[in-house]
């Protein structure tokens, strides 16, 4: 389980979190991936081409990346401060707030990394 609370603001840490999220997937290790605060935009469609960082792999293909093989959440609140519905959001994102996040947060075998 991955939280990444930063987006433009951080890029380094942002594209650190998107990359290791892949690199899970890609080791087959079963990833969720939560979009809160200013990640949340990369929820919206086009925004992850928007993204770039020197030397780092493109935020667009990372995000595909776990959207094809993990689950990917926007915040419920995060959504709703930032105006972003449903209606909005990049298929195969969903919107869930806190009690989903505990919930997977105690699954058995879980850890959680924050960025």
Same mark, same amino acid.
């Given at each position: 389980m991955i939280k990444v609370t930063a987006g433009a603001d951080a890029p380094e840490r942002c594209n650190q979190a998107f990359t290791v999220a892949a690199a899970a997937l890609a080791s087959g290790v079963p990833v969720s991936l939560w979009l809160t605060g200013e990640s949340a935009w990369f929820a919206l469609p086009g925004r992850a081409k928007e993204f770039s960082l020197p030397e780092a792999a493109p935020l667009e293909d990372l995000? *595909?990346? /776990?959207?094809?093989?993990?689950? /990917?959440?926007? !915040? +419920?609140? !995060?959504?709703? @401060? @930032?105006?972003? +519905? /449903? *209606? *909005? &959001? &990049?298929?195969? /994102? @969903? &919107?869930?707030?806190?009690? +989903?996040? =505990?919930?997977e947060a105690l699954g058995e075998g =879980?850890?959680?990394?924050?960025?």
């Open positions: 995000l *595909d990346a /776990v959207l094809a093989a993990g689950q /990917v959440t926007l !915040c +419920t609140q !995060c959504a709703a @401060r @930032r105006g972003i +519905t /449903v *209606d *909005d &959001i &990049i298929e195969g /994102v @969903r &919107i869930a707030g806190a009690p +989903t996040f =505990v919930e =879980v850890q959680a990394l924050v960025y």
